[in-house]
């Protein structure tokens, strides 16, 4: 791809130096009890890893709860979980969409093994340029470090999930139950596109996105079962209803 065999000229492993471990961190603490009437779960978590992309990578927190008390005839029960992620993301096959440019990894792979990738900034900070100012900005292809280090893509999710219920045991053989689910999450993704990059002429004083999305999801349960034996025969009536509701 590079011509005749290299003599005597200096040559790079840009891929093998681009790369890196990819570590994981996985904790969790939890603690649990009860009594005759009543019983608990609490935990925690964190959750990081890096990416083997440099400055890619995803951390999450959850806290969870489950948690059930008796008090005469009603059982009251709780199963809640919050998570709070972040992802860290950068442009790996192309650029963002109608930009120009290029992604990380396709520059990895096509980069001259007869130029120092890590050199990607003048002394002042401004992007290196192999070719000086004999292409504009936006016809040349980034260096992979400049599109790690300087375009930044995240998102950031939050989440709760969870129901509530109530159950009453009206007799040994009736018992009539209400329960309320919620799932919700809200994403924000966001991207940061440094100035005197490979992207398109309007973006080349720096471009800055948000995106949020929100989603709820609501259910209620209500169920009525009589289970009763009479001689040799079984009766048995279930009876229930059932409302979702979607909010995007």
Do not use: C
């Not at 200096?10 to 996985?26: A, K, P, S, V």
């Not at 093994?113 to 002394?123: I, K, S």
């Not at 949020?212 to 079962?225: A, G, L, P, Q």
């Amino acid at each position: 791809s590079w011509g005749e065999k290299a003599t005597g000229a200096t040559t790079y492993d840009n891929i093998e130096n681009f790369f890196q471990g990819g570590g994981i961190l996985d904790e969790s603490l939890s603690i649990s009890g009860g009594t005759k009437n009543s019983k608990y779960y609490l935990s925690g978590s964190f959750y990081d890893q890096d990416g083997i992309v440099p400055e890619t990578g995803y951390t999450k927190y959850t806290v969870r709860f489950n948690g059930e008390q008796k008090v005469g005839i009603f059982t009251f029960g709780a199963n809640v979980a919050y998570s709070n992620a972040h992802t860290d993301r950068t442009l790996t096959g192309a650029g963002l969409y109608g930009s120009s440019g290029n992604g990380a990894l396709y520059r990895v792979y096509t980069f001259s093994p007869f130029d120092d990738m890590t050199h990607y900034l003048n002394e002042d900070g401004t992007r290196y340029r192999l070719f000086g100012d004999k292409l504009d900005p936006w016809e040349e292809s980034d260096n992979p470090y400049w599109i790690v280090n300087k375009n930044h893509l995240y998102d950031d999710t939050d989440r709760i999930t969870g129901n509530v219920s109530v159950k009453a045991d009206i007799t040994d053989w009736w018992f009539i139950q209400y329960k309320v689910g919620l799932d919700q999450y809200h994403q924000v993704n966001s991207n940061r596109i440094a100035p005197g990059g490979v992207v398109k002429q309007v973006w080349q004083n720096g471009m800055m996105s948000d995106n949020s999305m929100k989603f709820t999801y609501m259910s209620h349960n209500v169920i009525s079962n009589m289970n009763k034996q009479f001689g040799d025969f079984d009766f048995n009536l279930l009876l229930g209803t059932s409302i979702e509701d979607t909010k995007i």
